[in-house]
């Protein structure tokens, strides 16, 4: 079982900045790919970004690639997400996951097991 609890959301004026950090519980958070979703009211959840278990490799989403960046950090069982150049399309509740597989897998909310409650983020135009 893994624990997630996101923080860090908030409102931003479009071209800021805002940091999300995700802590984990549990001592095998080194083993699972972290990733980041989002979702809008009205729409589906949908896929930001993704980091593997060791951290060398990520994938993100057309939409944010270039301006967001995730990280984690094994030590502090935190994964972190760095968005830039914020849009008012970026507009969402986000949301942690962990997916059990140690590479990054199916870029879909299916395939992550575990959730956070997530953290909304509002970017005003």
């Known amino acids: 079982q893994v624990q997630l609890v996101e923080s860090g959301g908030g409102l931003k004026q479009a071209g800021g900045s805002l940091r999300l950090s995700c802590v984990a519980s549990g001592r095998t958070f080194s083993r699972y790919t972290m990733g980041w979703f989002r979702q809008a009211p009205g729409k589906e959840r949908e896929f930001v970004a993704a980091?593997?278990?060791?951290?060398?490799?990520?994938a993100y989403a057309d939409s944010v690639k270039g301006r967001f960046t995730i990280s984690r950090d094994n030590g502090k069982n935190t994964v972190n997400l760095q968005m830039n150049s914020l849009k008012p399309e970026d507009t969402a509740a986000y949301y942690c996951a962990a997916d059990s597989l140690p590479f990054i897998g199916a870029r879909t909310s299916s395939a992550f097991d575990y959730w956070g409650q997530g953290t909304q983020v509002t970017v005003s135009s």
């Open positions: 980091i593997d278990s060791s951290g060398r490799s990520t």
